[in-house]
């Protein structure tokens, strides 16, 4: 039977992303023998976005915050990065120092009034905060460049001299980004499992409550925003050093298509979110080869998943898993099965 | 002013009033709890029985008057400071947290007393204390063995457990418990009425109850309200013997 | 600014804001009814406009337009309704929004396909070119008459829900569906017709804004996030507040082009910020909500 345990509860899925991981750390191996190296940098891009749509899942999958702004933090991310690196210095580390704390404060400043209204104003607001941006990225032109965007970012290294990685060389930019997203994946875990991260999972089960059990809900509302919001914007200073950056990373179809990847993969589960970005950007790919029609597409397969299968990939996995054991089940031992099954129910809770 | 009598008291409300428009839901109300004190809250329906409660616990403000525990000023504060300070609350209508387990209710519940309660990195499952007492307390109210159960999926008087579990779980000086029993069978109202009656002691109850028999094994002391006023305060002795009282049931209900 | 060159900024921003109340309107009518958030209204909006250009260009009429691509997008509202949000209807609003994500992500693209991505102009028609005196300043006929459409639909929209049977319904399940419920109405049986009707409003803001802003695919996508600046601000779920709003964010854009031009769309949401600080329910919104 130990086969059968490897299947048992959340372990299955987490399974697979591990295995999705170990794959993708393996991408490099395949450029120019089984494909160029547009892959790798596209695998650098499905981490980026990744490691943006984990960001979202910490505040909707886990606190019951529907953001409807994440581009706000991405995007300031992103251009606080490239004008560090672009006017201050060439520095990976203090582009990133800088990003993390202007997204952690900018997050708490928006958090501060945001979350003092719930629901759909919640959501305008954040959404109102992430166009206030998009609208100051476009028009305070000599520090963003405006509409043009910020052209010339810098490469910056990685090391002691002189032993130093460009982080221009595709290979090093992947392999650090896969690190700082297994970083944050694991950080996210212990932060879900932690006492904070166990409160915002009775807030969003019943925020009432939580209240009257004598816990600040507000207090811990902000900080999972902030929290989010910091992780948005190391996305986006990410996004910055793999692509250029200009207005429409701030656009509410950025905040759109983050909240599609995180959903269409599966909310609440952290690792779901990163499989989600990856098969949004394949399946963008795969369709754009095809048809310059692709949004229309990928927009009917989004619907179908809305539609029946709200809980994204990670739940049509777990329903195909079941039913394919059950199928397997009837013919020889139903009754393990179905504990099997149980136990896997109480698990995902 | 202080009197003998206020200074074991852990609940003092005074001239407390709470309108909504031109409705007094409150008025002009005025009571002590003693500590270890259970005192029974009765009135007809609409009598302002859980605006007190909402008062107390600060679901909505005063309009005018004061509620003092243990001393301090609580009137007007957050419901989560004065959760902080030891009072605790169970809901007449069922508030728990239907998707998680019965065990992480409570366990959230307990967390809310420790001292890392907020902490980012632990592990929730290791704080010290809190899984010992979370096990402790399903045994109390009798939901050990229905630990790993969502609690959507409990029986309704097990959810009613539950709830008054959540609120003992806090560990609080002052437990006020809004109709407990509503909408449970009689024997459902027996098992309740004997966990309270084992809960309660040494514990100041505040407790809101219809049923008759549940408030006479109960409660050391009853307060009578009707149109958000005090009507009468004692023994049950002297409360069932009240002419006001007689008349506001049967001129009320 | 001379007196009346804000006279004119005044005008123009009235037109504007009337078009916002319109779209504004059906938004927040579905919101109050069926507490759906439809981000798809842009692209519907949208919609309205391509399918008011193409019969403009078979039939030559624009009035004919103006009556016929209402209907048409209406019933693809009601489509939309039956087969994509029915079956969300209890769930978490969240999966509703992101339903309309995906809607808008359909419709657009599909625009793109059927009538490509360049910019399309709509011309005034004939009767309605040219400008007319009006109180002292010489004045756009077509705003004139935008002006005035937007006027009379706001006031028969206004007329249906005090007067009206349907009316009735609406501000019944609007304001307390448990209340509908008691007088034996079963309010969801009308979500298909109301979306239908709110989405249709979308449209004639469609055709009617067409010959002044040129009709591209992405045309709904910034009016759909005015739009719902407008409900935050003006309450959701309440066509006074509405109209308020809608007139009040016209208005402030129009004279923002000309005194901060750099800043015409971050003083909307700086007006919203402001209101939802002050008046959490928005201007005219109501407690419950």
């Known amino acids: ?349 | 002013m202080k009197t003998m009598q206020t200074d074991n008291a852990i609940l003092q409300v005074r001239k407390l009033t709470r309108s909504f428009g031109r409705l007094l839901a409150v008025n002009n109300l005025g009571f002590e709890l003693k500590s270890g004190e259970l005192k029974a809250v009765i009135g007809p329906n609409g009598a302002g029985k859980t605006t007190l409660f909402n008062l107390i616990t600060g679901k909505l403000s005063p309009t005018s008057g004061d509620i003092r525990f243990q001393g301090g000023s609580i009137a007007g504060l957050a419901p989560h400071a004065i959760a902080q300070r030891g009072l605790a609350r169970s809901f007449q209508l069922l508030n728990l947290f239907p998707n998680l387990s019965v065990f992480e209710n409570v366990r959230v519940a307990v967390q809310a007393r420790h001292r890392l309660r907020s902490s980012l990195f632990t592990a929730a499952d290791g704080l010290k204390g809190v899984q010992g007492k979370t096990e402790e307390l399903l045994e109390r109210i009798g939901l050990s063995s229905y630990a790993d159960h969502q609690s959507s999926q409990l029986s309704y008087g097990d959810q009613r457990s539950l709830e008054i579990g959540l609120a003992l779980a806090t560990e609080p000086k002052l437990l006020l418990l809004d109709e407990p029993t509503s909408g449970m069978s009689p024997l459902e109202t027996q098992q309740t009425t004997q966990l309270i009656g084992r809960i309660s002691k040494g514990l100041a109850v505040l407790l809101i109850e219809h049923h008759i028999e549940v408030v006479m094994a109960l409660a050391d002391t009853i307060l009578v309200m009707h149109h958000g006023e005090k009507i009468a305060e004692g023994t049950p002795q002297q409360v069932s013997s009240d002419s006001k009282v007689q008349e506001a049931y049967l001129g009320g209900l | 600014m001379t007196p009346q060159t804000a006279f004119i900024q005044l005008l123009n921003g009235l037109t504007l804001g009337v078009m916002y109340v319109i779209i504004a309107a059906g938004l927040s009518l579905i919101f109050g009814l069926m507490e759906i958030i439809n981000f798809a209204h842009g692209a519907l909006y949208m919609l309205g406009a391509y399918f008011g250009l193409t019969l403009f260009q078979l039939t030559g009429s624009f009035w004919l337009s103006l009556a016929v691509a209402p209907l048409i997008v209406g019933s693809i509202g009601m489509l939309l309704e039956r087969f994509t949000f029915r079956p969300l209807y209890g769930r978490n609003p969240l999966y509703q929004i992101l339903l309309t994500f995906g809607l808008v992500l359909i419709i657009n693209n599909a625009a793109e396909l059927f009538w490509g991505t360049s910019y399309h102009i709509f011309p005034r028609p004939a009767e309605l070119q040219g400008v007319v005196p009006f109180l002292g300043i010489a004045y756009s006929k077509y705003r004139l008459f935008v002006l005035g459409i937007g006027a009379a639909i706001s006031v028969l929209f206004w007329f249906m829900l005090k007067r009206t049977r349907l009316g009735l319904i609406i501000r019944a399940g609007t304001h307390d569906r448990q209340i509908a419920g008691a007088f034996g109405i079963d309010i969801s049986k009308y979500f298909t017709l109301v979306f239908g009707f709110g989405v249709a409003l979308a449209a004639v803001a469609g055709v009617v804004l067409s010959p002044i802003v040129s009709v591209n695919p992405q045309m709904g996508d910034g009016i759909i996030i005015t739009a719902f600046v407008v409900v935050i601000v003006g309450g959701l779920g309440s066509l006074p507040g509405a109209i308020l709003a809608g007139l009040l964010i016209g208005v402030l854009e129009s004279f923002s082009k000309i005194v901060f031009p750099a800043f015409t769309d971050a003083t909307m949401y700086i007006v919203m910020a402001l209101v939802l600080l002050l008046w959490p329910q928005g201007l005219l919104g109501s407690e419950e909500l």
């Open chain 1, 1 to 349: 039977m130990t086969f059968l345990r490897v299947f048992r509860g959340r372990q299955g899925g987490y399974y697979c992303f591990l295995i999705f991981l170990f794959a993708l750390a393996l991408l490099p191996l395949g450029v120019d023998r089984l494909y160029s190296s547009f892959y790798l940098r596209f695998g650098t891009e499905m981490l980026i976005w990744g490691l943006f749509a984990l960001s979202v899942d910490l505040i909707m999958g886990y606190t019951g915050l529907v953001s409807l702004g994440p581009a706000a933090f991405f995007g300031l991310g992103a251009y606080a990065g490239a004008i560090t690196l672009l006017r201050l210095a060439d520095s990976i580390w203090l582009a990133l120092l800088i990003s993390l704390v202007l997204c952690g404060i900018v997050a708490w400043v928006i958090g501060y009034f945001s979350i003092r209204v719930k629901g759909i104003y919640f959501a305008m607001l954040t959404l109102a905060f992430a166009q206030i941006f998009y609208e100051i990225a476009f028009r305070w032109r000599s520090l963003t460049g405006g509409s043009d965007g910020l052209i010339g970012v810098p490469d910056p290294t990685i090391g002691i001299p002189p032993y130093t990685l460009s982080l221009g060389d595709p290979y090093v930019f992947f392999y650090f980004t896969l690190a700082v997203v297994i970083l944050v994946y694991f950080l996210s875990v212990r932060l879900v499992n932690s006492p904070f991260g166990r409160v915002l999972q009775a807030i969003q089960d019943n925020e009432e409550r939580v209240e009257f059990l004598g816990y600040p809900v507000r207090v811990f509302k902000r900080r999972a925003f902030v929290a989010s919001g910091m992780i948005g914007g190391l996305a986006g200073m990410l996004f910055a050093l793999l692509s250029f950056v200009d207005p429409s990373v701030l656009y509410w179809f950025t905040s759109v298509d983050v909240l599609v990847m995180a959903l269409l993969g599966g909310l609440g589960t952290l690792y779901g979110p990163i499989i989600g970005a990856a098969a949004f950007l394949f399946s963008r790919d795969l369709l754009s080869s095809y048809t310059e029609y692709w949004r229309l597409i990928l927009g009917l397969i989004f619907v179908w998943f809305v539609i029946f299968s709200p809980q994204g990939l990670v739940g049509l996995y777990r329903v195909t898993k079941r039913r394919l054991l059950a199928l397997w089940a009837s013919s020889s031992m139903p009754i393990l099965i179905n504990k099997v099954v149980d136990d896997e129910d109480h698990a995902d809770r």
